[in-house]
């Protein structure tokens, strides 16, 4: 095969695989419109309130590393759980540079509801494909997310 028709097929390839993760990203934005639109949280905030949930006391550092978000989108978000009395932010007395996250009652309230940061579609979607074909397809896109890391540390997914 010539070098022209490698780079034809690879720009179709990676034609399809940009199309196929917007169309993706589209249903994930209307999942969660529909998922504030019933829980009064979006899926980043849900995100949040379940890796706040998950931990003792986590920092927003510590929560933007799981979720893989940049301390600056994380703090908006966290405002925003804070305002719907969902987080509350504590001082660390030994450290006033530290503020540990402590979901409320309220927040566990809604935890216990049990909604799906996926969204319908996507968890639907993802139910119809065998087991094997959805390992395969988790290991592709991790590999894919690798290869396009940036480095940042505050997304790099440490624990």
Known sequence: MSDRQNDTEN???????VDALRRIMRAHDLDSRALESEYGVT????LCLRAAAAGDHLTARDIARRIHLSASTLVGILDRLEDKGLIERLRDPADRRRAPLQVTPRGEALLERDPSPLGRRLSAALARLGQSERERLGKSLARVADLV??????TDGSN
């Open 149 to 154: 890391d940036d480095g940042d540390s505050s």
């Open 43 to 46: 899926a980043p905030q849900l």
């Open 11 to 17: 720009g179709r390839d990676s034609s399809r695989v």
